[in-house]
């Protein structure tokens, strides 16, 4: 749909769209009549708005689009989307800003973007996270309720990240606990990959749709496969070679990881294949292991870092690594559903009762 | 007759930040700095193992991403008293610079450029002129007029479809903005070309350290990135060849285009030498270590403190003198609000007592922030680059007084014009330049400790929690890009008890203290004309020229109870 027939479709007339053709020409300090030429290069101008939330986060996820690639960050702003709203980027500030935002919003409401960074405080009645004197809670409501479709990026947004780590001082809650029932498409990962937002947004652009998602409403082009079965090191941790120190022999050759912490065993994400910083390098690459942070609540299962996956009886076998794979999956299906006593998970006990039959509907 | 006025949110920084400000006869008579958001990442640290808090405390802030990391593990190591190899703290030497430079470079372009340079004023530029302006001021290779053109054309073209995006709303032919079209034609692309080479740059972390933002390659007791010539896996000959290569392009972008921008740009805006004061009290730890004995031995850029302005004497750092008050944060004290505790001692008990949202304005009488009120010796401090310039200046510190003596003559002006909202923003930019310069001979150091045949990453002595005492506690510091930075760590029973971070942003936005002293923020608003109270340009100019990051700031820590106990509760 071009604009003209979006304004059609929000029964918009043509005289009210030259109308307000020419006002923001005005805006824009232009004579008016610029007026006409705006209204022809608006009625080709598909660019879907976008607003942009911040919550409890740390702009992890903002500058992660900032290292976008294919699109770079100034062709998305300027050639794909219309950011009518981000607090990080946007040059207006208050009353401003908040009024750029209000106006996306009327105009098209239940066609915008609305992609949130950070978790969501639902403690003191909202107190715990405030913008323009509103509560981030209520923010989330309005606008991500009335978008087309709302992107959560981030593990904070995804699955409520660091502050809904044990013992959650704040209430923090995810976005799709607050939007049951919205259409939320989940980008994990401590910060998301800016390459898998790419990866959405230009699917949405390609195909008109959202792409396909498993249980945890990740794209399964960036989440459906394990770590461990992408992995470069795979081989050597098939093979037995394990790097027992920082620095050893087998930490110099790039022999697997595993027992310095690594839980790229139980971690759905494609930084093996993707990797970092336009295909770089990622943690396992660069000698540190994976720390699981495209999983939900893995800021209580998969810590302490550096101590391996517990309860691995031998090593080197291929059947052993699907069975640790499909144990923690288990588990974060079990966090996921038992949101706000997540800590209890801290539990290593309850690692053996999780049932694998969670991870195989997954997996297909 | 005052008029209070709320800019709320502060866009274009880090974090939730929101400023009230009483006007009266067009300047700001007072104002109140708050922060509105809150997490409680100290309290999710307890009880969980001390070498795992770098990767918790990290995640403090995703734009200066290393920071909180190298605090933490340097706060852990001076618990535990581990010394870290020399090859590894050459490479969090490379890992800081480039952060600190990388950070600047996108604090200036795309956070504070649009508080100076008008982007619709642009569309109007000649750009032959402003082709001869790039040419007069650096050798940059973009500086075509028909390159100046086709920006100019870009951005037409974009204003022309009506729909500016993240540029709607801005404050397009305001009375402040003084820049002539062709000047801002420039900074436009600037603006741009930034932010690309800002993703190059920090590709030193990817390499060194898996990826950015959030780098996964610190240990406490090292770095993880293995170093080994003679392997495909590890720190060799064709990464630090790389490394060198992105380092020379943020030398190259840093000296032909960022420095010359503020010095184009500076004559325009002499008024802002003085304006953003504030407190002349000024705080740097110091950082980079460059002698074998290591941190926090041999630091290549000086700590200390200047009081008053005064420039003649520099106070050295005894980190017991610190305190925090929350006598205006939503914070309780056993003991009362009108103490002051030392990180080790302190304690927070979150109570918000503001008004509840959605509310217009807050009780700035009584409590109205999430920051805590930091002191030295009970006054308020500057911390950040210019705090680093001044220290280094007043201590004669050769590339400090050397950048700064050429740009006051550039300016034809006296050292007092540093301390402003302009001088804040040159000294970020000198920063800049003095760091690009000095990272070469960090990559020297490390490749001739290298060449002796020192592979050593990781010091593997204190590794296992088996062998830690009881009892610990330590503090780790570290000049962060926004200034400086400090971490307090208490260990027993191998798990962290507490843990309590200062960092730059709860000094610089702190609210008033239990003696009504303003924070630098609030104090650096006072006099500052407003030409239109409705949009408050002039607001952001200040607070931006500190960088704010909101997130870093707030923070909690709580003396009681461990996270064990509280599990078996539940």
């Known amino acids: ?364 | 007759m005052a008029n209070k006025i709320v800019v709320d949110p502060i866009t274009r920084i880090e974090g939730h930040l929101r400023i009230e400000a009483k006007v009266e006869n067009g300047k700001i008579v007072d104002a109140w700095s708050s922060s509105t958001m809150f997490r409680g990442i100290e309290k999710i640290l307890q009880g969980r193992d001390p070498r795992d808090a770098w990767f918790y405390t990290q995640r403090f802030c995703g734009v200066c991403t290393t920071v909180h990391s190298i605090a933490s593990i340097r706060a852990v190591e001076n618990a535990l008293g581990i010394k870290v190899p020399y090859n590894a703290e050459m490479l969090r030497n490379i890992i800081m610079g480039i952060q600190n430079v990388q950070d600047h470079v996108i604090h200036f372009y795309h956070l504070h450029a649009l508080d100076w340079v008008d982007i619709v004023s642009a569309l109007k530029a000649d750009p032959r002129k402003t082709a001869a302006l790039q040419q007069s001021v650096s050798d940059w290779k973009y500086s075509s007029a028909d390159y100046f053109k086709s920006v100019q054309d870009k951005i037409g073209a974009f204003a022309n479809t009506g729909r500016l995006g993240p540029f709607s709303n801005g404050y397009w032919g305001h009375p402040a903005m003084k820049l002539p079209p062709e000047v801002n034609l420039m900074g436009v692309a600037h603006y741009l070309e930034a932010l690309n080479l800002q993703k190059e740059i920090i590709k030193i972390h990817a390499i060194l350290g898996s990826k950015n933002p959030h780098p996964q390659t610190f240990l406490v007791g090292g770095m993880a990135i293995p170093v080994d010539p003679n392997s495909q896996n590890a720190l060799n000959a064709a990464k630090i060849a790389e490394i060198n290569k992105y380092i020379q392009m943020a030398d190259e972008f840093v000296k032909k285009v960022y420095v010359p921008d503020v010095l184009a740009v500076a004559p325009y805006y002499l008024d802002w030498t003085k304006y953003g004061a504030g407190h002349l009290n000024y705080l740097a730890y110091g950082e980079f270590p460059e002698t074998q004995s290591g941190y926090p031995d041999g630091l290549w850029i000086p700590g200390g403190i200047v009081k008053d302005g005064d420039l003649k004497n520099v106070i050295d750092v005894d980190h017991n003198k610190i305190t925090e008050y929350v006598t205006h944060s939503w914070y309780d004290y056993t003991g009362g609000d009108a103490t002051a505790k030392h990180p080790y001692d302190g304690e927070q008990n979150a109570n918000y007592t503001g008004p509840k949202p959605p509310y217009d304005y807050l009780n700035t009488d009584e409590k109205y922030s999430w920051v805590k009120a930091p002191r030295y010796d009970d006054a308020p401090m500057e911390v950040g680059p210019l705090a680093r310039m001044v220290v280094g200046y007043a201590r004669g510190h050769k590339e400090i007084t050397g950048a700064i003596e050429y740009t006051l003559s550039e300016l034809n002006a006296g050292a007092e014009i540093l301390f402003s909202t302009l001088g804040r923003t040159a000294a970020r930019a000198l920063e800049s330049l003095i760091t690009v310069d000095r990272m070469p001979k960090w990559m020297d150091m490390l490749v001739n400790n290298i060449k002796t045949g020192d592979y050593e990453i990781h010091n593997p002595e204190k590794w296992d929690p088996e062998s830690w005492p009881t009892n610990a506690r330590g503090y780790g510091f570290h000049e962060a890009p926004r200034g400086a930075l400090g971490h307090w760590v208490v260990i027993e029973n191998k798990n962290i008890k507490n843990y309590q971070a200062v960092v730059p942003t709860t000094w610089n936005a702190s609210p008033r203290d239990a003696n009504e002293q303003r924070g630098q923020y609030e104090q650096s608003l006072i006099g500052t004309p407003l030409a239109d109270p409705e949009r408050p340009l002039e607001i952001l100019r200040t607070i931006h020229s500190f960088d704010p990051c909101l997130a870093c700031a707030v923070h909690i820590y709580d003396g009681k109870g461990d996270l064990k106990s509280k599990v078996k509760v539940l």
């Open chain 1, 1 to 364: 749909m071009n604009m003209a027939e979006k304004m059609k479709y929000l029964g918009v007339s043509r005289r009210d769209f030259l109308k307000y053709c020419t006002a923001l020409s005005g805006t824009l300090a232009l004579s008016p009549a610029f007026g006409p030429k705006i209204a022809e290069a608006i009625e080709s101008d598909n660019r879907p708005p976008v607003i942009w939330l911040e919550f409890q986060d740390c702009a992890g996820d903002t500058e992660s689009l900032l290292r976008a690639s294919a699109p770079t960050a100034a062709q998305l702003i300027l050639d794909y989307l219309s950011l009518d709203y981000h607090e990080t980027i946007m040059a207006a500030a208050g009353h401003q800003a908040e009024a750029a935002k209000e106006s996306t919003f009327e105009k098209y409401k239940g066609k915008y973007i609305c992609i949130v960074e950070g978790s969501i405080p639902t403690g003191a009645d909202g107190a715990y996270c405030t913008v323009g004197g509103r509560s981030a809670v209520d923010i989330l409501k309005e606008i991500g309720g009335n978008a087309a479709f709302v992107i959560a990026v981030g593990t904070c947004a995804t699955f409520g990240g660091l502050p809904a780590a044990y013992p959650n001082p704040t209430g923090a809650k995810s976005v799709q606990e607050l939007l049951p029932g919205k259409t939320v498409i989940n980008l994990p990962g401590c910060p998301m990959n800016v390459d898998n937002l790419n990866g959405t947004i230009v699917h949405y652009l390609l195909f008109g749709a959202p792409p396909a998602m498993d249980k945890f409403l990740r794209p399964k082009f960036a989440y459906g496969k394990r770590i461990h079965d992408n992995c470069e090191r795979r081989a050597h941790f098939d093979a037995g070679q394990y790097v027992e120190a920082w620095g050893d022999y087998g930490h110099k050759q790039g022999w697997c990881l595993y027992k310095m912490g690594c839980k790229g065993p139980e971690t759905f994400h494609n930084c093996p294949t993707i990797r970092w910083n336009e295909g770089l390098s990622w943690p396992v690459q660069a000698g540190h292991g994976c720390a699981g942070c495209s999983e939900p609540g893995f800021w209580d299962t998969m810590t302490p870092l550096y101590k391996r996956l517990p309860n691995v009886p031998g090593f080197g076998v291929e059947a052993t690594a699907t069975k640790i794979g499909a144990a923690v999956v288990g588990i974060s299906a079990v966090v996921f559903g038992m949101h706000g006593i997540v800590s209890i998970i801290r539990n290593r006990g309850l690692v053996k009762k999780v049932e694998s039959s969670e991870f195989e509907d997954d997996d297909k």
